[in-house]
């Protein structure tokens, strides 16, 4: 199912965060600009959970797959990014996508459970701009096109009981830890009920 954008379904995470942009292509498209010294990261010496977010709240139920098409401008600045992004708590997200560090772009996910744990590989000019994330209870899989790149479990409240009557957010992110301004971009935002077997 396509969830367009500018429809009264993306709400921010933290109204105070919220991404700003003009809407494309009737509704597939969402374009902006990241905003300076926000993030969301994890540490023992560090919390920022400021990065600029749109999406909805839903229950994890038995599973479900949400995907986007994420591009950014190339020319962009240290840890520039642009993600697919999942929220259970401050303590417990997952974001995906691409983000600028050491002079290249990068396919990105950082799961924080309870901190950041950050992987990544040099993007191509042949890769997918599509990023997917399945989410069923207690566990979460992240995939580049059809690749899996990312598997996560024990992700969500023990119980799995809880974790499917549990509301989570999704829907996208972007952030500059450092100066704003890089132009980014999200399309064909999907949603599918249930997981393939």
């Given at each position: 199912?396509?969830?367009?954008?500018?429809?009264?379904?993306?709400?921010?995470?933290?109204?105070?965060?919220?991404?700003?942009?003009?809407?494309?292509?009737?509704?597939?498209g969402l374009v902006s600009k990241t905003v300076g010294g926000?993030?969301?990261?994890?540490?023992?010496?560090?919390?920022?959970?400021?990065?600029?977010?749109?999406?909805?709240?839903?229950?994890?139920?038995?599973?479900?797959?949400?995907?986007?098409?994420?591009?950014?401008?190339?020319?962009?600045?240290?840890?520039?990014?642009?993600?697919?992004?999942?929220?259970?708590?401050?303590?417990?997200?997952?974001?995906?996508?691409?983000?600028?560090?050491?002079?290249?772009?990068?396919?990105?996910?950082?799961?924080?459970?309870?901190?950041?744990?950050?992987?990544?590989?040099r993007r191509r000019e042949d890769d997918s701009a599509r990023?997917?994330?399945?989410?069923?209870?207690?566990?979460?899989?992240?995939?580049?096109?059809?690749?899996?790149?990312?598997?996560?479990?024990?992700?969500?409240?023990?119980?799995v009981h809880a974790q499917r009557n549990q509301k989570i957010?999704?829907?996208?992110?972007?952030?500059?830890?450092?100066?704003?301004?890089?132009?980014?971009?999200?399309?064909?935002?999907?949603?599918?009920?249930?997981?393939?077997?």
């Amino acid at each position: 199912m396509s969830i367009p954008f500018g429809t009264d379904v993306w709400v921010p995470l933290d109204p105070s965060h919220a991404i700003l942009g003009n809407v494309a292509d009737e509704g597939r498209g969402l374009v902006s600009k990241t905003v300076g010294g926000t993030d969301w990261w994890r540490t023992t010496e560090r919390h920022s959970t400021n990065g600029p977010t749109l999406g909805f709240w839903r229950e994890v139920g038995t599973g479900f797959e949400v995907s986007v098409d994420i591009e950014i401008e190339p020319r962009v600045q240290y840890s520039d990014q642009a993600t697919l992004f999942v929220y259970v708590s401050p303590n417990q997200w997952l974001k995906t996508g691409i983000e600028y560090d050491a002079g290249a772009l990068w396919n990105g996910a950082v799961v924080c459970n309870p901190y950041s744990d950050w992987s990544l590989s040099r993007r191509r000019e042949d890769d997918s701009a599509r990023f997917k994330v399945q989410v069923a209870p207690n566990e979460l899989k992240v995939f580049l096109g059809d690749d899996m790149i990312r598997e996560v479990k024990w992700f969500g409240p023990p119980e799995v009981h809880a974790q499917r009557n549990q509301k989570i957010f999704v829907g996208i992110m972007a952030c500059s830890p450092k100066e704003g301004g890089a132009d980014v971009s999200w399309a064909n935002f999907e949603m599918i009920e249930g997981l393939p077997k």
